[in-house]
Structures are given as structure tokens and as C-alpha cells.
């Protein structure tokens, strides 16, 4: 008579790691193990009954951005943060156009790339540093300059009542989906034209050029031009 073959080790599963489910592998022993406590008497006269089941869980530090201030933070295109410095270093834009669009991209609400200023909220809010240290104020008739210039560079547009839309494609606070549904709007309100808003970015020409810092040297042996030793 033969012995029976040893019984086969049934196969345990293994949770896949990029499934994100690994983690409750903890999670359901901690509760086998509570449950487990309060039933493993089989006497039903001193049978006790679970009360609560507790989980502790250590921070995901990594799932949160760590940003100054209480404002929030917006995404921005790496191509147009570059652009801004380098139109800015070749005087292509002045400083209250550069000045205006950053209050206004930093002031955007959330998920519509819509910002809720007045000209005159605008220049009261990049006075408030100069009011507190008594510098150089900007004024309102500057910044309706500098409005007027932005919408020609496509980096914002004026919807009336104080409202202005930010380009998205440049700036833009929330996530993807929220983007293309705004894109997406934009494009039906200007009949999908590929030189509307929000494309076709400016400014295409400087309005001054480069300045290098080159400075012509003087020969010390020569005076205006004339030979003096």
C-alpha cells in the first residue's frame, strides 16, 4: 500500500507593489490579530465583543509640497519663466508690465485661471510693500498701461467687471483636467482661431536692444581722441 503524497502548499498572493494594495498587508493582520483576541474564547458565558478596531498611519511626507506663505502655489511653464527673464534682462518689457502680470498670475483663483482685480486693486496691492518702506509707488495710469500691453502679448485678456483671464498655457493654478476645460473654452469662444488667445504669444520684436554692459576703454596715453605723451 503506498502513502498518500504530501499535501501541496497552496500558493500564497502576492500583492503587486504598483498596485498601491501592498500596504494593507499590515492593515488586515493588525485587524486578524485584534479580532482574533476577542474571539479566541469559545466559552460564550465570558465571550467578549469588539469594541474598536484602532489603525495608526505614519505621514506621507512626500504627498505634500512644503510652499511660503498661505497663498498656494500655480504651475508655470518652464519655457515662459526663462522667456519672462530674458525679455526682462533685454528691456523688451518694462518693469511695471512684469510687475502687473505676476500680481495678477499670483492672485488667479483656483482650477479657472481667472483673477478678480480692479486696476485700482492692482495698484493698491503692489503699493503695499512701498507704502510700508516709503519707496517708489507705482500708479494706476501705469498699470492700465501695463494691462493694455499684456493683452496685446497674449499673456492675459480682460473679461469686464474686474476680471481678467490669465493664459492658462503660461500659468495656470490647478490640475490638467481643470486646464483643458478651460482651453477648451477658450477655444469655442475664439472660433478655435490657432492666433487667438491663448496662442501666438508675444512680445515677437524688442523694443530696445540688449544692453551687454560693453563700455568703450580709454588709452591712458590718449585724451579725446589726441596723443598726450
Known amino acids: 500500500m503506498t502513502a498518500d503524497p504530501p499535501a501541496r502548499r497552496r500558493p500564497r498572493a502576492v500583492p503587486d507593489a504598483a498596485s498601491g494594495d501592498a ?3 499590515d492593515l488586515l493582520q493588525v485587524l486578524g ?3 482574533g483576541e476577542a474571539t479566541q474564547n469559545t466559552d460564550p458565558r465570558t465571550r467578549r465583543k469588539l469594541k474598536n ?6 505621514p506621507d511626507h512626500a504627498a505634500v509640497h512644503d510652499m511660503a506663505g498661505d497663498a498656494g502655489y500655480s504651475l508655470a511653464s518652464n519655457w515662459f519663466t526663462q522667456l519672462l527673464a530674458q525679455l526682462a534682462v533685454a528691456n523688451s518689457i518694462t518693469k511695471s508690465q512684469l510687475c502687473v502680470f505676476l500680481y495678477v ?3 488667479q483663483q483656483r482650477g ?3 483673477a478678480q482685480y480692479t486696476q ?4 493698491d496691492g503692489l503699493n503695499k510693500m512701498a507704502d510700508q518702506k516709503g ?3 507705482i500708479t494706476r495710469s501705469t498699470v492700465n498701461r501695463a494691462i493694455k500691453a499684456l493683452v496685446g502679448y497674449k499673456w492675459i485678456e480682460q473679461l469686464g467687471n474686474g476680471m481678467i483671464q490669465l493664459n492658462v498655457r503660461l500659468w495656470f493654478h490647478g490640475n490638467s483636467n481643470a486646464q483643458h476645460a478651460v482651453l477648451e473654452q477658450l ?3 475664439h472660433d478655435r482661431d490657432p492666433d487667438a488667445f491663448p496662442h501666438d504669444i508675444g512680445p515677437h520684436a524688442l523694443q530696445e536692444e540688449l544692453d551687454l554692459d560693453f563700455v568703450a576703454q580709454e588709452h591712458p596715453d590718449y585724451e579725446a581722441g589726441r596723443r598726450t605723451g
Open 135 to 137: 519707496g517708489k509707488r
Open 120 to 123: 485700482q486693486e492692482i495698484t
Open 187 to 189: 477655444a469655442t469662444q
Open 53 to 58: 478596531v484602532t489603525f495608526e498611519y505614519e
Open 105 to 107: 498670475a499670483g492672485g
Open 112 to 114: 479657472t485661471g481667472v
Open 33 to 35: 490579530e485584534q479580532l
Open 23 to 25: 500596504g494593507f498587508d
